[in-house]
């Protein structure tokens, strides 16, 4: 067996999660180590015990890793272990990171996670959560930015929904094996996101059905592999509480839309919002906090005085480029940079804001910019 078979073998394994496989690799050195150790060496180890040491010597009668590959190879999933280059950076920070990451979609979108955020929420969404949910989505996808939920009823389909609907990438992460996505009704919703360049994800192996724990562990992975969670509504008992927790933490940011006073939806944001969760009403709110999120790297300095031109930024859009070219050239004045950029204004408005969130530039009093480069 060679190291990945390993660790797909650990992640397969029943009772064995990310602490105990770190545990007994801590012990014994390796994964192979410990899946090819004697049962009285493993009821030695603390967390393992006579209940699991059994199941991790005799690991055949529980698993078959080859057929496990084999499927995913099939269904055209593709299978990445924390040890592999394309693990999400963000990820592998969490105390307990997934031992497995098992993809269907873009690896691009799983890896650009440098700006990206998560938008959770009530099940039993309202009107009013979901049209805020797909404002933040839509506005996030035109800022650059990754949107990660959990495919869920209400707010999460809302989310998903609203990022294809503006061009963006999204991440569904859900609480069971890829080949039994839950809940039913979203697969199309889920080959769309594929169809669209985005992902879904999930730590559990191909067959694995939802229970009641899956979730917890799936929204870890929201929250750990994103900059910061937007929570939209939630009940004081949902499970987007937990995923504000976990990003917490995590280290995370957390940021929460206000609701009505009477709502029960809406009492879950209100005790994030007492506790110190940034106050959302658009996705400006988040932006203003960007910069403070885990992770980030600092705004650039302000320039002296020089001869030399700034250098030109990389990685940015052709319209991106232009617009940034015409605030080198000294245009300032937001409407005047619509009106010579020859593009549509919402399309240059959502330019900007990519712009700003990018840290490249910064918005004055007076629909004024600043360039920050």
């Given at each position: 067996m060679n190291h990945r078979e390993a660790l797909i073998t650990l992640n397969m394994l029943p009772g064995i999660g990310p602490g105990r496989k770190q545990a007994l690799v801590a012990y014994f050195g390796s994964p192979e180590a410990a899946l090819a150790a004697s049962t009285d060496e493993l009821c030695r180890l603390p967390g393992i015990g006579i209940k699991l040491a059994p199941i991790v010597h005799d690991w055949?009668?529980?698993?078959?890793?080859?057929?496990?590959?084999?499927?995913?190879?099939?269904?055209?999933?593709?299978?990445?272990?924390?040890?592999?280059?394309?693990?999400?950076?963000?990820?592998?920070?969490?105390?307990?990171?997934?031992?497995?990451?098992?993809?269907?979609?873009?690896?691009?979108?799983?890896?650009?996670?440098?700006?990206?955020?998560?938008?959770?929420?009530?099940?039993?969404?309202?009107?009013?959560?979901?049209?805020?949910?797909?404002?933040?989505?839509?506005?996030?996808?035109?800022?650059?930015?990754?949107?990660?939920?959990?495919?869920?009823?209400?707010?999460?389909?809302?989310?998903?929904?609203?990022?294809?609907?503006?061009?963006?990438?999204?991440?569904?992460?859900?609480?069971?094996?890829?080949?039994?996505?839950y809940p039913p009704e979203n697969i199309g919703l889920a080959n769309a996101i594929v169809n669209a360049s985005g992902a879904v994800v999930s730590e559990f192996p191909m067959m694995f059905r939802a229970d009641r724990h899956t979730f917890p562990m799936r929204n870890r992975i929201i929250s750990g592999m994103t900059r910061g969670v937007i929570v939209v509504e939630a009940g004081i008992k949902s499970g987007s509480l937990i995923t504000a927790a976990q990003a917490l933490e995590q280290n995370r940011t957390v940021f929460a839309v206000p609701g009505q006073a009477d709502s029960a939806f809406s009492k879950g944001c209100h005790a994030l919002l007492r506790d110190g969760a940034v106050l959302t009403e658009s996705f400006a709110d988040v932006i203003n906090e960007f910069t403070g999120l885990p992770g980030m790297k600092p705004p650039p300095k302000e320039r002296q005085s020089t001869p030399l031109a700034p250098p030109t930024p990389t990685g940015l859009s052709d319209l991106e480029q232009k617009l940034w070219n015409l605030i080198q050239a000294g245009h300032t004045d937001i409407d005047e940079i619509i009106d010579n950029a020859d593009e549509e204004p919402t399309c240059v408005s959502a330019a900007l804001l990519t712009l700003e969130l990018k840290r490249l530039i910064k918005q004055l009093p007076g629909r004024k910019l600043k360039s920050l480069a």
């Open positions: 055949q009668r529980y698993c078959d890793p080859v057929a496990e590959q084999r499927m995913a190879y099939q269904a055209g999933v593709r299978i990445i272990t924390e040890e592999d280059s394309e693990y999400p950076p963000l990820l592998k920070e969490i105390h307990d990171p997934p031992i497995c990451l098992y993809l269907r979609g873009s690896l691009q979108s799983l890896q650009q996670s440098e700006i990206s955020v998560g938008v959770v929420g009530s099940r039993g969404a309202t009107s009013y959560g979901i049209r805020m949910a797909s404002n933040l989505a839509r506005d996030a996808s035109y800022a650059g930015a990754v949107v990660v939920s959990g495919l869920a009823r209400g707010i999460d389909s809302a989310a998903h929904a609203a990022t294809l609907n503006a061009g963006g990438k999204t991440i569904a992460v859900i609480g069971s094996g890829l080949y039994n996505i």
